[in-house]
């Protein structure tokens, strides 16, 4: 299988291990630079890397200038730029020409796959298995052609409904969803059902899909609002 790689530009070495380990953990390849220069070095090395990771204050040339200059030369590879404080993301705003998306630290590792995942489907560079319609999350593995669900290679049963809130989780990971969100988008917008209905369908999928139902950490309760996927 093909690696799908990452440029992580990162001078902290203790935020590029963090970012590293998650990538590893979620199928990609980290490549690792910790100055602008070294980035521009291995992307030349590199040119399979197909998404950028790229820190803003740096001891060299900043994070926006390796942007510029990534986009001199390749239009499409796609470009995150990591950002620490407020004033920089004024700056990335003025700068999504070149850079694609941007993540505030500290970001949870849920967040940042995303957004690298979201960039892959974008720049329409993911392996083959993802092109026959998969979503890939953890352990789970969700098969949107044939409305299946797998976790670690085990087919898990599922109604239409259950796969529909797995497919929602799925494509919105680390975000805290309102009932009411899940309910519009499983159920429709004419469906005037009681929120309940979400309740009882989130217990009935904990007990199919988390290792122990009674303390859920792949469906999490967000007190007084609704539930996230995110682990
Ligand atoms: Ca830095």
Redesign the pocket.
């Known amino acids: 299988m093909e690696m799908k790689k990452v440029l992580v530009l990162?001078?902290?070495s203790s935020i590029r291990s963090f970012v590293v380990i998650n990538l590893k953990r979620s199928g990609y390849e980290p490549i690792e630079a910790e100055t602008g220069e070294q980035a521009l070095e291995q992307l030349k090395q590199n040119p399979d890397i197909k998404v950028a990771l790229l820190?803003v204050?740096?001891p060299d040339i900043d994070g926006f200038e390796v942007c510029r200059r990534i986009r001199a030369s390749d239009s499409k590879i796609g470009i995150i730029m990591l950002t620490a404080k407020a004033q920089e993301m004024d700056k990335v705003t003025g700068l999504m020409t070149g850079a694609d998306d941007y993540v505030t630290k500290p970001f949870s590792p849920a967040e940042l796959t995303a957004r690298i995942d979201a960039l892959f489907r974008r720049t329409g560079a993911e392996d083959p298995q993802e092109d026959k319609g998969e979503l890939r999350h953890g352990p789970f593995r969700l098969n949107t052609r044939n409305r299946t669900l797998e976790k670690n290679g085990e087919r898990i049963k599922l109604t239409q409904i259950e796969y529909s809130i797995m497919k929602l989780f799925m494509d919105n990971p680390g975000r805290a969803l309102s009932r009411e969100d899940i309910l519009n988008a499983v159920w429709g917008r004419d469906y005037f059902g009681e929120l309940k209905i979400v309740d009882v369908n989130i217990r009935r999928l904990r007990i199919k899909i988390e290792d122990n139902s009674t303390i859920p950490t792949y469906i999490t309760t967000v007190w007084g609002y609704g539930y996230k996927w995110g682990f």
Request: glycine share 0%; hydrophobic share 35%.
């Open positions: 990162e001078d902290e820190d204050m740096l």
